[in-house]
């Protein structure tokens, strides 16, 4: 089954893709990539994107409704261009399914419920546009069934991890972390899997080397290493109450925001202005690895000892790694690919995967992860009828074996 999954992210960036071909052998799934990449946003669009995203102003119903067609589009027209790329290369191999999450404008959570999320990106427009049949709104059954809709990479995570275990963390706009235990993980039993989202990951650095640089971040955390900690915001920053939640927990950019950031240095009397760039960006960047290291000692006790792979943006950073590191010493810290899988393509291979899951009749949710009362099939499709001569499937794969044909 040929399946395109599509990620637009919490940073906004571009939208990453990937091909995938699925088949599988009993308990194996085979997942064959044949071409991935990014298409950055339109400018103008980002911008009214990020607005509604970060802003602490409610956007009007006429713009949630324009963006909600306008991103469709956008989404449509990276679909278009990556199956002209495919003829190009002499590949007319027709395409079964595009999913797309679309761009998670609003996760509103309370007291750690998770009550509804909202993401826009018109699926209807990529099928108008490409005949393409389209898995959107991945989040809301899991959502429907008690859950936090999110993370869903543990789906991707446990197979990828194997039988050996271990900690699989994204570093995106927000980070978030997968935990399997090695005893849970095998061909015989499902996985004991705990998640949950840990905090800001990317997204207030990014926000903040906007403002201050306009540089889209901070490369290579460069400026955040010529800086010093501020221990006072950092305090008043970690006393968010949703720090001290459990997993399975989930959040974000449009909670971890500017404007939070400015009301929690409000209320500790801490004038923003009065910090260097250095200084803040470094404080930030604390924040992110000290909120995911205090996460995962709450879960695995005071000194954990795991394999710790990191992916996402924040793996790029060497500032934000090395604080992890030094947080984590009884960690084995990694990035790079896992279970051959290039981790700059993660996520897009992650919706293709929750695709063929979809598709197939098999929860796309784990339900350790997100906290839901029962498992649900994950997605809407457009047009309805578009997979019913895919045949369900009553059991899911133990093993996932990944070809990456672009090498």
């Not at 991935?36 to 400018?43: K, L, M, Q």
């Not at 008043?236 to 997993?247: R, S, T």
């Not at 010493?329 to 293709?352: H, N, R, S, Y």
Request: charged share 20%.
């Amino acid at each position: 089954m040929r399946i395109l999954g599509l990620m637009t992210g919490t940073s906004v960036d571009s939208a990453d893709f990937a091909l995938v071909d699925f088949s599988r052998e009993g308990d194996v799934l085979r997942a064959r990539i044949e071409s991935s990449g990014e298409h950055p946003w339109p400018e103008a669009l980002r911008g009214r994107v990020l607005e509604a995203v970060t802003s602490a102003s409610v956007p009007s119903l006429a713009e949630l409704t324009l963006l909600d067609a306008h991103v469709g589009e956008f989404l449509a027209d990276v679909v278009t261009r990556v199956l002209d790329d495919a003829r190009d290369l002499g590949d007319d191999t027709p395409l079964d399914l595009v999913v797309s999450p679309g761009q998670t404008l609003f996760h509103n959570v309370e007291g750690g419920r998770t009550l509804a999320t909202l993401a826009i990106g018109d699926a209807s427009r990529i099928h108008a546009a490409t005949g393409i049949a389209a898995l959107s709104t991945v989040r809301s059954a899991d959502i429907a069934r008690g859950g936090t809709g999110a993370p869903l990479a543990p789906l991707l995570d446990q197979l990828l991890l194997g039988p050996d275990g271990g900690c699989a963390v994204n570093i995106g706009g927000i980070a978030n972390a997968t935990l399997c235990t090695p005893a849970a993980v095998g061909p015989t039993a499902p996985p004991l899997v705990r998640a949950g989202d840990t905090g800001p990951g990317n997204g207030l650095i990014d926000a903040a080397s906007a403002l201050r640089t306009g540089t889209a971040c901070d490369t290579d955390g460069a400026r955040a290493a010529a800086g010093r900690v501020d221990d006072t915001l950092l305090s008043a920053l970690l006393a968010d109450p949703y720090f001290a939640l459990p997993f399975p927990k989930s959040t974000g950019r449009e909670y971890f925001s500017p404007a939070w950031l400015a009301a929690r240095a409000h209320e500790a009397g801490i004038d923003l202005d009065a910090l260097s760039t250095e200084d803040l960006l470094a404080t930030l960047t604390e924040l992110t690895a000290r909120t995911l290291a205090d996460a995962l000692k709450a879960e695995l006790g005071h000194e954990p000892r795991t394999r710790l792979h990191v992916t996402g943006g924040g793996a790029h950073n060497p500032t934000l790694m090395a604080r992890i590191e030094a947080l984590l010493p009884a960690c084995t810290v990694t990035t790079g690919p896992l279970g051959g899988l290039d981790p700059d393509i993660k996520e897009a291979f992650l919706m293709a995967l929750i695709g063929y899951y979809s598709a197939h009749g098999l929860p796309g949710a784990l339900i350790d992860a997100t906290g839901a009362k029962e498992p649900a099939v994950l997605g809407q499709l457009t047009p309805p009828h578009a997979l019913r001569t895919v045949p369900i499937s009553t059991t899911t794969p133990r093993q996932l074996l990944v070809e990456d044909s672009r090498d």
